[in-house]
Structure formats: structure tokens, C-alpha cells
């Protein structure tokens, strides 16, 4: 009773749990509640009907999961509980298109006399196989997959978070837009950010897929304005052709391509619905080598810079794309030139 009260009075969310079992023993000298099937309503303040034909009444599902405090705690009638374990769950992110989520976790501010004894320290908080689907309808982002390994930290000073953490994790789709990704990719994850008034910023968050690492910057304000930088610096595109949608991979699949790839990706303004944030992307492939196995075809020495923006607009009309310093061979033939094109 003591537990659900603290976790209901501390969260603007609603927690339900089955059986439970008190152990004094399994992690002493520290007391654990040991819970089995918890549910986590989803927080209420978003927009349910615009996932259409989703159920978003739920944010956590789990079949079993720890909380821990001291045992001392006990004798004083004085608890805080310093770490929470959820196994073998699911997890759901949805955040409507004006940038409303169900996973406020801000503090209830409808406490109740006595609840300064009761203290929740989410300094600790593991997370294995729990499977979780991210669907962002401001940017038309679905991903999802599995978290094997988790551990992240909170610290909570009313609408303040912190939040640090990192994870091993199999992805299994990435959907942007019409753009998707439906396989199974391992990665590790590295998240920091704060979330208050303002918005969410990111302080260097970093996702390694193989020795790629993407990096990520910048904040969404509470607003839904975007100002966000993703680099990558180190991308082997031999392994690339693994990673594209059927359809490219399979056209791809003669080609044997190998090299290194850089990019810079910038993302700031607001999106509505008839209008894009701006984007800058900067891109550099360097002495790169590609042959055709069904064919003699060797192309070598390939390098070059290219540049893509949506323009002052931000819309087709005034993109642009361009391709600078391209050298290779061919044969025993050089070539260099540049390319470009806009209006789309």
C-alpha cells in the first residue's frame, strides 16, 4: 500500500499491479517489493485519437518488476526507495503532432499529509527485454525494438528532469515519412537530456550501429520548435547495403562498395502541417571503391562534398542539391566535376 501510494502521488500517471511479494533476504542488507504484472496507465494530456487504430491507453506493461529500499527504512517508517527493475515488458511512446506525450512523469501535486516520509530516488533504473515502440507524429517517426540491457537515472525537481542513461538494443523497424527499415539492428545507446518549461534538450546522446557513431544535440522547445544536429563521422559504407529497405538492398546487392561517409544533419524551426523545419545537410564520401560483380565495372579514387537544403521556404521550390570536388577513376581515365540541381 505504502508503494503504489508513494508511485501514484509521485507520477501524474496511474499504477496498477498484481500479486506481490516483500523480500528481506534476496538483496539484504536492502528490503525489495517484488511486483508481478504491473501496468502504467499512459499520462492523459495528449491528443489518443490522432493514432488511429492504435491503443494508446498504456505505457508500460510488465510482467514482473523491483522496487528497493533500506531495510533500516522500515524500523523509522521512513522509505525511500533507491532503484526500480522492470523485466520482460513493453513499452509505448506516443507524441501527438502538437508535441503532447503520454509519458509525462511530472509530480503529482495532489499529495497527501504524511508523503514527506516517503522518498523516491530514481538514481537506478534497469530495464531487460522490454520491448518499445517510439511513434512521433511531428516528424512522421515510428521506431521500435527491444531494450536487452538498460540502465538510466532521473532526477525529478517538479517539471525539472534529468535524465541520463544507456542501453544495448535490437531494433526491428525505423519508419521516417515513407522511409522504412523493417530488420533486425543491434545497437548501443548513450541518451542525456533535460526536460523542463522550456522544452527537452539533448546534451551528446549517441547511438552506435556497429563502429558508426550518430550523434545527437540540440533541444524541442515547449513550443514544438526544433533546433537539433545529428554528425556522423565514420560510416563504412561496405556495410551500409545490410541496412536499406528490401527493395534498394536487393538493387544494391551486386555492388560491392567500400569508403567512408560523413555527414551533418541540422533541423531547426517548428513543423505544421503544410510546412517543414528547415534542413541543412553536409555529406562527404573519401576514397572510396565500388565494383559491379556482374560486370568488369571498377570505379576507384571516388570522393566528393555534397551540400542539400530545403531552402529560405523550407519547401520544394526552393531545395536545392549539389555535389562539389567529385574525382574518380574509371579505367585508366580521371574524372572530376560537380553537379547540381534545384527547384524540386
Do not use: C
Amino acid at each position: 500500500g505504502i508503494l503504489l501510494k508513494t508511485l501514484n502521488n509521485n507520477f501524474s500517471t496511474k499504477i496498477e499491479t498484481g500479486s506481490y511479494r516483500l523480500s528481506l533476504i534476496r538483496k539484504f542488507p536492502k528490503a525489495s517489493v517484488e511486483l508481478k504484472n504491473v501496468l502504467v496507465h499512459s499520462s492523459p494530456h495528449f491528443d489518443r485519437a490522432a493514432f488511429k487504430g492504435i491503443n494508446t491507453d498504456t505505457l508500460l506493461t510488465a510482467k514482473s518488476a523491483s522496487i528497493d529500499f533500506r531495510t533500516i527504512d522500515m524500523l523509522r517508517g521512513a522509505y525511500t526507495f533507491t532503484k526500480i527493475s522492470v523485466r520482460s515488458g513493453k513499452l509505448n511512446l506516443f507524441t501527438d503532432a502538437s508535441g503532447h506525450y503520454n509519458y509525462d512523469i511530472s509530480k503529482n501535486e495532489d499529495k497527501t499529509a504524511g508523503d514527506d516520509k516517503v522518498k523516491l530516488n530514481l538514481n537506478r533504473i534497469n530495464l531487460s527485454d522490454v520491448g518499445f515502440v517510439y511513434n512521433d507524429l511531428r516528424v512522421d517517426l515510428v521506431m521500435g525494438g527491444i531494450f536487452k540491457d538498460g540502465r538510466f537515472k532521473s532526477k525529478i525537481r517538479g517539471n525539472n528532469i534529468d535524465f541520463d542513461g544507456n542501453s544495448k538494443v535490437i531494433f526491428d523497424l525505423f519508419k521516417l515519412g515513407g522511409f522504412s527499415i523493417r530488420q533486425s539492428i543491434p545497437a548501443e545507446i548513450e541518451v542525456g537530456l533535460n526536460q523542463n518549461d522550456k522544452g527537452t534538450f539533448f546534451r551528446k546522446s549517441t547511438m552506435r550501429i556497429e563502429n558508426w557513431d550518430f550523434v545527437l544535440t540540440g533541444f524541442v522547445a515547449s513550443d514544438n520548435y526544433l533546433d537539433l544536429n545529428v554528425t556522423a563521422d565514420n560510416i563504412d559504407i561496405s556495410k551500409i547495403t545490410r541496412f536499406l529497405p528490401e527493395k534498394y538492398s536487393k538493387a544494391a546487392s551486386a555492388y560491392h562498395p567500400s569508403g567512408t561517409l560523413k555527414f551533418n544533419w541540422t533541423t531547426k524551426g517548428k513543423p505544421t502541417a503544410t510546412e517543414d523545419p528547415h534542413y541543412d545537410i553536409t555529406f562527404s564520401l573519401t576514397n572510396a571503391h565500388i565494383d559491379n560483380t556482374r560486370s568488369d565495372l571498377k570505379i576507384e579514387r571516388f570522393s566528393f562534398n555534397g551540400t542539400f537544403t530545403n531552402g529560405s521556404k523550407n519547401r520544394p521550390l526552393t531545395s536545392s542539391f549539389s555535389v562539389t570536388n567529385f574525382t574518380t577513376r574509371l579505367g585508366s581515365a580521371d574524372f572530376k566535376g560537380s553537379f547540381s540541381v534545384s527547384d524540386f
